[in-house]
């Protein structure tokens, strides 16, 4: 329970992950498992049953928990049979290994865990090389984020860096930028994603920071028809995504 806090997780490198469904995917992904807690009450479904079979062939404990312990074990109402605790899955940059033509999402300064995660799923779905996050705004680790994420953050590999390392890092890899910015002249569509790419996306409050337009290949907006000038950042990170995809399998035939 006291790897709901920060503090906790960041002086221990564990984390919580609250779900079957998260916890099968994060030993697909190949993430370290250190220990399961179970409630028999509340692992019902296949899906649970599943999961609890697969902790078992990975030599992973498992602990049962009567329901109450466990309800104050879990995360808020969602009480699906499965907790675990998790080595963090976060890497360095150096460590990201990319493919012949990348296509990087980047992240800046993004505060709210569900947004986070929602971005993740996303990549994930979009199949992106990466994701970076520069100068996060909230803890990757935090159990909403994986939460948000459905697990997926286990699939993608992540990074974590200030701004100036991740545009240092995209540089040296020759890996062009096309950065998401209200005001950007060119519309979303119209931008190459073909070649080696990163696109990078702030947070609602304060966009992405003046070293972004600098070094930007090309700053796409997303026309908006409304009252509205923008879209939540994980709605735009979707767009994008899968207009890159869809450029990439264009050209593919």
Not at 173 to 194: F, K, L, N, Q
Not at 231 to 251: D, G, H, K
Request: hydrophobic share 45%.
């Amino acid at each position: 329970m006291r790897l709901r806090d920060r503090r906790e997780r960041d002086k221990t490198g564990l984390t919580l992950i609250d779900g079957a469904r998260e916890t099968a995917r994060a030993l697909a992904g190949g993430a370290k498992l250190r220990e399961a807690f179970v409630s028999s009450q509340y692992c019902t479904d296949d899906e649970c049953r599943a999961t609890l079979h697969m902790l078992g062939e990975a030599s992973v404990p498992i602990w049962e928990l009567g329901p109450d312990a466990f309800a104050k074990l879990a995360y808020g109402d969602r009480l699906d049979g499965i907790v675990s605790v998790a080595e963090t899955p976060i890497h360095a940059l150096a460590d990201l290994a990319l493919p012949d033509n990348p296509l990087v999402g980047v992240i800046e300064g993004v505060e709210k865990p569900g947004n986070l995660g929602a971005v993740l799923r996303s990549a994930d779905g979009a199949g992106l090389s990466a994701l970076v996050v520069a100068e996060p705004g909230t803890d990757l680790l935090n159990p909403n984020v994986i939460r948000a994420s459905l697990g997926t953050i286990f699939s993608v590999p992540v990074a974590v860096a200030s701004t100036g390392e991740v545009l240092t890092w995209l540089r040296e890899r020759e890996i062009a930028i096309i950065a998401a910015r209200v005001e950007g002249p060119v519309d979303y569509a119209m931008a190459d994603y073909t070649q080696p790419t990163a696109i990078a996306l702030g947070s609602e409050a304060r966009g992405l920071s003046d070293a972004w337009a600098e070094l930007a290949d090309a700053s796409v907006h997303i026309p908006m028809l409304g009252v509205a000038d923008s879209l939540n950042v994980s709605a735009t990170a979707a767009i994008l995504f899968y207009e890159a995809r869809r450029q990439r399998v264009a050209i593919r035939g």
